[in-house]
C-alpha cells in the first residue's frame, strides 16, 4: 500500500541553525501539507502545497519557514534559524484532492529537538 | 477561530467498549474525523462523519454526532489489544480551507 515516508525520524540541531524536513508524499498526489504537534499541544495545520505554490498558510508559517518541492517526489519544509519553540513533531501529508472525501495520508513524522 | 478539545487519557480492559469524546466550536464545521496512531507510523483515517448525520456504522466502530452540543464521540466495541494508539478528533469547514483542526489526542490504554 502507498505511504508517505519522512526523513529524518529524528533531527537535533542547534537554535539558530537551519534545518530541511524531507517527505516523500505518494506518488499520484497533487496535494501536500505540513503540520506540527509540539509535546502535549494539538497538531496545528502549517501549510498546504498546490501546483507549486502555497495555497493556505497559517500564522505559525513566517518567515522563517518554507516548502519547496524540489524535484518532482519530495516535499521539504526548511525552517531557516531554528527557535528552542520550533521543537516539535513535524508531520508530512498528502491527498489527491482537496475535497473533505480526499482523505490526507500523514506520513510518520519527524521529531525535531532545537537545542 | 476554530477549536477542537479531548481528554487526553483512556484506560480500558480488553473486550470492554471504548468511547472517545470530543467537543468542537466550529459551528460550521461539516466534516468531522477520528484519526489513529500507533506508535512510530503516521495519522491514518479511521472514518468520518457529515454534519448531517447523527450516528456512523463500520464494523467495530460507531460515531455519534451531536450537533446541538457540537459533541462527537467514537466508540470501539470488543476493545483489543491492538487498539491501543492515541486517536485524534479532527474537523473540516471547507469554505476554501485545505487545513484539518485536530484535538491534542486522546491515548487508549487496553489492559489485557
Known amino acids: 500500500e502507498p505511504e508517505v515516508t519522512q526523513t529524518p525520524s529524528h533531527q537535533v540541531t542547534q537554535m539558530g541553525q537551519e534545518v530541511i524536513l524531507r517527505c516523500v508524499p505518494i506518488s499520484n498526489h497533487l496535494y501536500f501539507y505540513w503540520y506540527r504537534q509540539i509535546l502535549g499541544q494539538k497538531v496545528e495545520f502549517l501549510v498546504s502545497f498546490y501546483n507549486n505554490e502555497i495555497s493556505e498558510k497559517s500564522e505559525i508559517f513566517d518567515d522563517q519557514f518554507s516548502v519547496e518541492r524540489p524535484d518532482g517526489s519530495n516535499f521539504t519544509l526548511k525552517i531557516r534559524s531554528t527557535k528552542l519553540e520550533d521543537s516539535a513533531m513535524y508531520f508530512c501529508?498528502?491527498?489527491?484532492?482537496?475535497?473533505?472525501?480526499?482523505?490526507?495520508?500523514f506520513g510518520p513524522g519527524t521529531r525535531l529537538t532545537v537545542l | 477561530g476554530e477549536d477542537v478539545e479531548q481528554s487526553l487519557f483512556l484506560s480500558v480492559r480488553e473486550g470492554d467498549s471504548s468511547v472517545i469524546n470530543c467537543t468542537y466550536t466550529?459551528?460550521?464545521?461539516?466534516?468531522l474525523y477520528w484519526y489513529k496512531q500507533e506508535p512510530g507510523a503516521g495519522l491514518q483515517l479511521l472514518t468520518y462523519?457529515?454534519?448531517?448525520?447523527d450516528m456512523k456504522q463500520d464494523q467495530r466502530l460507531t460515531v455519534l454526532l451531536n450537533k446541538k452540543d457540537k459533541h462527537l464521540s467514537l466508540r470501539i466495541a470488543d476493545t483489543q489489544t491492538g487498539d491501543s494508539a492515541i486517536y485524534f478528533c479532527?474537523?473540516?469547514?471547507?469554505?476554501?480551507?485545505?487545513?484539518?483542526?485536530f484535538g491534542k489526542g486522546t491515548k487508549l490504554s487496553v489492559i489485557p
Open positions: 466550529d459551528s460550521s464545521s461539516t466534516y
Open positions: 479532527a474537523e473540516y469547514s471547507g469554505a476554501g480551507s485545505y487545513q484539518l483542526t
Open positions: 462523519i457529515f454534519s448531517n448525520m
Open positions: 501529508a498528502s491527498s489527491d484532492g482537496a475535497g473533505f472525501y480526499d482523505e490526507q495520508f
